[in-house]
Nanobody
Framework: VQLVESGGGLVQPGGSLRLSCAAS????????MSWFRQAPGKGREAVAC???????YYVDSMKGRFTISRDNAKNTLYLQVNSLKPEDTAVYYC???????????????????WGQGTQVTVSS
């Protein structure tokens, strides 16, 4: 199982990014998938998750500007982030756990597989 994030970079406040997480070694529909982030000097926090049946969940503070989605044909998870703020600066990680059902967890310890992360820096 391998997860590889991409799409991060330096963006100005108010800008947008689409992060990607390419999965290999397993098939997305059988896994819950999620995005977490870790800002400098802070702990890792959940952003959103999508269950194996496609149901999405967001941390309340992330609703509105973040959109999680996945393309099963491409075996890829996405995170669209709009109206970026400096406080969104962080390393963004995708994670996966082999589990079925409609509910995906937003706790990092429940995830088995992690990518290496992609850096997002929001600055003018």
């Amino acid at each position: 199982v391998q997860l590889v994030e991409s799409g991060g970079g330096l963006v100005q406040p108010g800008g947008s990014l689409r992060l990607s997480c390419a999965a290999s070694g397993f098939t997305l529909p059988f896994y819950h998938m999620s995005w977490f982030r870790q800002a400098p000097g802070k702990g890792r926090e959940a952003v959103a998750c999508v269950s194996s049946d496609g149901t999405t969940y967001y941390v309340d503070s992330m609703k509105g500007r973040f959109t999680i989605s996945r393309d099963n044909a491409k075996n890829t998870l996405y995170l669209q982030v709009n109206s970026l703020k400096p406080e969104d600066t962080a390393v963004y990680y995708c994670a996966a756990v082999p589990r079925g059902g409609s509910f995906c967890p937003l706790r990092d310890w429940e995830y088995s597989y992690w990518g290496q992360g992609t850096q997002v820096t929001v600055s003018s």
